[in-house]
């Protein structure tokens, strides 16, 4: 029995599979006759080598081949075709090349006749056997015979290549041409290439647009190396490029209406001459991309050729010649391509605003007008955009450049913020970027320890971070704010207090009263943070004050200066007051015997006695908790015992108040232990003051006992407390407390208030081994 055959499917290849089936087939056809044609030269049979390369050359003919095939094909036989052409011009074939020239025009088709042309005629070039001009230009007419896109565009590259060292230049002879010829001659073939490669975008269908687009960007050095063979030539100098060059490339530019071809081909004209032919022909350059399709990106033809340009004028200042305003010349024809095209995107006119910066502050840094336009004309563009447009990633990465490129530059921020349209710019900004940016002001501030000393330089500062100072309506919630870095933010605005100072008295107050104008807008959140080192730095100020009125260094008589500590103290006052009424007690507190010891030191006696008066109205309705009201008394204590303050009955009428104070303690022992360190109080004995009250003394210690001795369960703690206090004017030899005052506090602890396993018994043992240490007369232990 027969078997019967299975009947055969037909395979489908993917497109990518097609093409290099195509290709392979082809490229074996190039090989195969390759090399019948190297054996045939290798054998001098001439003809049949040209016979072999014809053939070649028809495999190029294919319309199958994408062009990124095409390319690769080209290459291979481009290869065998140089072999061709060395042969030729090692003349072992014995022929003129007139012959040969004419030999080739008779191969049967155009794309072989052409290559073969070129080849031939290129030899006939360098072997001089014929002026090149005028081969040239036959050659450059002859390619006209092909205006298949593709096919087109490789012949013409091949005319590029195999000419390129045999071109006309400034030291060629008048009869075989000028570079006038090879000017006209590479011109011709980058125009006519150019439009074939243009022409490539409508062989697709228009759904394959996308990728039709992608084969031309492969295929663009085709076309570019055109515009590098005109900059390789020595007899293009500035003149001749401005003259003649640059019109004829900018007009096919124009006319050819394509934006790939339009882009590619600034990009490259901008990259292949040198920086000093594009400085003398910026205008022309231009006013030419304003006339450039909508759709191509001059964004990034004009950037890179600022950033060029910038970079030449910064290495070789000397060669750009004082007629020419670089700054002037982009920025005026930069405002003019962007009225021109209303659909510009905002990220592209941002990005040239940040080219324009850094020309001028690279080209010339000391003329700021320049940067205060750029930033105006940003801003007024700006302000005519929508917000969501505006607060694109990439817009905002653009703005917040321009901001930081000022601040990167000076280091210097009061050179920044006399560009009057800095701020305003600023403020197109959402929250979170002003506040970004603000930060980055305070930062650049501090880091470059810039000493603000003028009032209007202050203000004009704290108005630019007002986002960081103060509330604004479209901050989020502070529920939602992280608290840490809330915290840092205002710590570092606060540091700036310090880096505002004068040697101006006047003028040094006018700036505190200015940052706390500023401030005091902030909120409880801010106020916390920002108020506390500008009452510092406002009790620092009147203490230099004092030292130089002091010093004779300014002449003031006692009335101007009691009329200026008022002032100075009113300020304060008010300044702590802000923190006290949002309930920071302890805070408050502390500062105004901070300030209380400043003014006294000062000789402010009145406002010694007001700030007191302050500080003990804030214990006694503020500070509730119990551990705190005796540390604060503590602190009031240890403060009214450092003053030097003359005014006995003032004095006298603190410490009273102090001691009612402690009385009203919420325990008994917290009572009788500050009471009984109230009795320092009545005994100072320091440099700058010398008071002694010893019945006041012994009246605070007895009080104290007292009311230790009436508690139920009294602590052994507090009684050596107290015995302590007593040593302590033992120890000064005062008369203050007497002997057996001690000596019988002594035998009541003793007798009485001993318990075993109490956890003050060690307190008391140290302080019995103490007073045997000291051997006082009268106490017997």
């Not at 093409?19 to 003809?47: P, R």
């Not at 992608?214 to 293009?236: I, P, T």
């Not at 603000?438 to 986002?467: K, R, W």
Request: a negative charge.
């Amino acid at each position: 029995m027969m078997k019967k055959n299975k009947p055969t499917v037909a395979q489908t290849l993917s497109p990518e599979e097609e093409q290099a089936k195509f290709f392979e087939e082809a490229k074996n056809n190039v090989m195969i006759q390759g090399h019948h044609m190297k054996l045939s030269l290798d054998n001098s049979k001439l003809m049949d080598a040209l016979k072999y390369a014809s053939n070649i050359i028809n495999e190029l003919r294919t319309s199958l081949l994408s062009p990124k095939s095409y390319y690769a094909l080209y290459l291979v036989a481009f290869d065998f075709l140089q072999y061709l052409n060395t042969y030729l011009y090692e003349e072992k074939h014995g022929k003129k090349m007139i012959e040969l020239y004419e030999v080739v025009q008779h191969a049967g088709n155009v794309l072989p006749r052409l290559y073969l042309l070129i080849t031939v005629g290129s030899v006939y070039i360098k072997t001089k056997q014929a002026p090149a001009k005028d081969v040239l230009k036959d050659l450059i007419e002859m390619c006209r015979g092909v205006q298949h896109p593709t096919r087109g565009l490789f012949l013409r590259h091949y005319l590029s290549e195999v000419t390129k060292d045999k071109l006309p230049d400034a030291d060629s002879s008048t009869e075989n041409g000028t570079v006038m010829d090879s000017i006209d001659f590479i011109i011709q073939n980058f125009t006519e290439t150019n439009k074939l490669w243009v022409r490539m975008q409508h062989q697709a269908p228009t759904k394959d647009r996308e990728r039709r687009e992608n084969e031309r960007l492969e295929l663009r050095l085709l076309v570019g190396k055109n515009l590098s063979r005109l900059a390789q030539l020595d007899g293009v100098d500035q003149t001749t490029y401005s003259e003649v060059v640059l019109p004829k490339v900018v007009e096919q530019i124009i006319n050819c209406k394509d934006k790939i071809a339009q882009q590619y081909l600034m990009e490259i004209l901008i990259q292949v001459f040198p920086d000093e032919f594009h400085l003398a022909t910026l205008d022309t350059i231009l006013q030419t991309c304003a006339q450039l399709q909508s759709g191509v990106d001059v964004k990034t033809i004009i950037a890179s050729l600022i950033d060029r340009l910038a970079n030449f004028a910064t290495r070789n200042a000397e060669l750009v010649p004082d007629n020419i305003k670089i700054f002037d010349i982009f920025f005026n024809n930069v405002k003019e391509i962007i009225q021109a095209r209303p659909n510009m995107e905002l990220q592209d006119i941002l990005g040239l605003h940040v080219s324009l910066l850094n020309l001028t502050l690279k080209c010339y840094p000391t003329n700021k007008d320049n940067a205060n336009e750029v930033l105006g004309l940003c801003q007024s563009i700006i302000v005519n955009k929508a917000k969501e447009d505006i607060n694109k990633p990439t817009c905002v990465k653009q703005i917040i450049q321009l901001l930081q490129i000022p601040l990167d530059v000076f280091k210097n921020i009061l050179v920044v913020l006399k560009l009057s349209n800095y701020q305003p710019l600023i403020s197109c900004l959402s929250y979170n970027n002003r506040k970004k940016v603000s930060l980055d002001i305070v930062n650049n501030t501090i880091n470059n320890s810039t000493i603000i000393e003028e009032p209007e330089a202050v203000n004009n500062l704290l108005e630019t971070i007002q986002t960081l100072i103060k509330d604004e309506q479209d901050q989020p919630d502070m529920d939602d704010i992280d608290k840490e870095d809330f915290q840092e933010e205002q710590n570092k605005v606060a540091s700036l207090i310090h880096l505002f100072d004068s040697e101006d008295p006047e003028k040094l107050f006018k700036i505190y009263i200015i940052a706390r104008g500023h401030f005091g807008k902030g909120g409880p959140h801010r106020i916390r943070h920002t108020l506390v080192p500008l009452v510092f730095c406002s009790l620092r100020f009147i203490r230099n004050f004092k030292q130089q009125v002091d010093s004779g260094v300014i002449s003031l008589d006692e009335s101007k200066w009691v009329a200026i500590g008022s002032k100075i103290f009113t300020f304060v006052s008010e300044t702590i007051k802000a923190l006290a009424d949002i309930k920071l007690a302890d805070l408050s507190f502390r500062l105004y015997l901070q300030a209380l010891q400043t003014f006294d030191h000062c000789g402010l006696v009145s406002r010694v006695k007001e700030l007191a008066i302050k500080a003990l109205l804030i214990f006694q309705e503020d500070i509730a908790d119990f551990k705190a009201q005796v540390m604060a008394l503590q602190l009031l204590i240890s403060t009214l015992n450092s003053l030097s303050i003359s005014n006995e009955e003032i004095y006298e009428s603190l410490a009273a108040q102090t001691i009612k104070q402690a009385s009203r303690l919420l325990l008994p022992q917290d009572q009788a232990k500050l009471i009984s360190t109230c009795s320092h109080l009545f005994w100072v004995d320091n440099a700058g003051r010398q008071y002694q009250n010893p019945e006041s003394v012994l009246q605070a210690l007895k009080k104290a006992l007292s009311i230790i001795s009436n508690e139920s369960s009294p602590g052994l703690g507090t009684f050596v407390d107290i015995l302590n206090e007593c040593l302590f004017y033992c120890d000064k030899e005062t008369d203050a407390v007497p002997i057996q005052f001690v000596s019988d506090l002594v035998e009541l602890i003793r007798t009485t208030h001993v318990k075993e396993a109490d956890p003050a018994l060690p307190y008391l043992q140290n302080t019995i081994k103490y007073i045997q240490s000291q051997n006082y007369k009268g106490i017997s232990i």
